[in-house]
């Protein structure tokens, strides 16, 4: 089946402080997990995602490990600032269903200044 | 801004109306999708075209239909709407229908009164 948990549903942080949001997935056949940032009453907007035959991907502040063994994934955020504050979501790609993503419930990440 | 435009921003109907959604994708992406955003469902997978053609379909309702015409804009039309159907519709692209990468269009948000 597809099914994408995400863990936690907020985090709340002091700026400067990291965050972390883990994934699992089910189908060991997705290869491909991207992370959306999604803030209030805008669309989801791609800020980082990895495939399968990697096991880390670095963009500035942001990074996204893959585990393929143990089906999970996280996104690491260093050096949280106030305008990190938003919903996060984490995705897999089921691939026998066309180009499917199926997310996460999403993640409420609110940096304290 | 992604790219990827949706029309309208925002609509207001009553239960057991029509609605149709439209949606372009990035200038080069062949492919779209559609996705459903509410708060009791998350992020669901609607369905999927490329070049015209269904690929792939997901939680969709038979009252919910799409398709994609040959400019590759495609229409998400809503019929015999229920208060449940309340939620946010986004739109998204990519340039082939393997191709992982999917960016967001800014969404239409529907209230069914």
């Known amino acids: 089946g597809e099914n994408v948990e995400q863990h936690p549903s907020t985090l709340s942080v002091q700026e400067g402080d990291s965050a972390v949001i883990k994934c699992t997935y089910s189908?060991?056949?997705?290869?491909?997990f991207p992370w959306y940032k999604q803030e209030l009453g805008k669309r989801p907007q791609l800020i980082i995602d990895?495939?399968?035959?990697?096991g880390e991907k670095k963009d500035q502040r942001i990074a996204v490990t893959l585990n393929k063994t143990a089906k999970h994934f996280s996104l690491h955020i260093t050096e949280t600032q106030p305008e990190d504050s938003a919903v996060y979501f984490c995705a897999a790609r089921y691939r026998e269903y066309g180009n499917k993503l199926v997310f996460g419930a999403g993640t409420i990440l609110r940096v304290k200044s | 801004d992604s790219g990827v435009t949706q029309t309208p921003k925002h609509l207001i109907t009553a239960t057991g109306q029509r609605v149709t959604l439209r949606c372009s994708p990035r200038s080069g992406d062949l492919s779209v999708y559609w996705y459903q955003q509410s708060l009791d469902q998350g992020l669901q997978f609607l369905i999927q075209y490329y070049n015209g053609e269904e690929r792939a379909k997901g939680n969709i309702l038979e009252r919910f239909s799409a398709q994609q015409f040959p400019d590759l804009h495609s229409e998400l039309n809503l019929s015999s709407l229920e208060l449940g159907d309340s939620a946010l519709y986004f739109c998204?692209?990519?340039?082939?229908?393997?191709?992982?990468?999917?960016?967001f269009g800014p969404g239409t948000r529907l209230l069914v009164l």
């Open positions: 998204a692209s990519s340039e082939s229908p393997t191709e992982e990468t999917q960016y």
């Open positions: 990895i495939r399968s035959n990697v």
């Open positions: 189908d060991s056949a997705s290869n491909y």
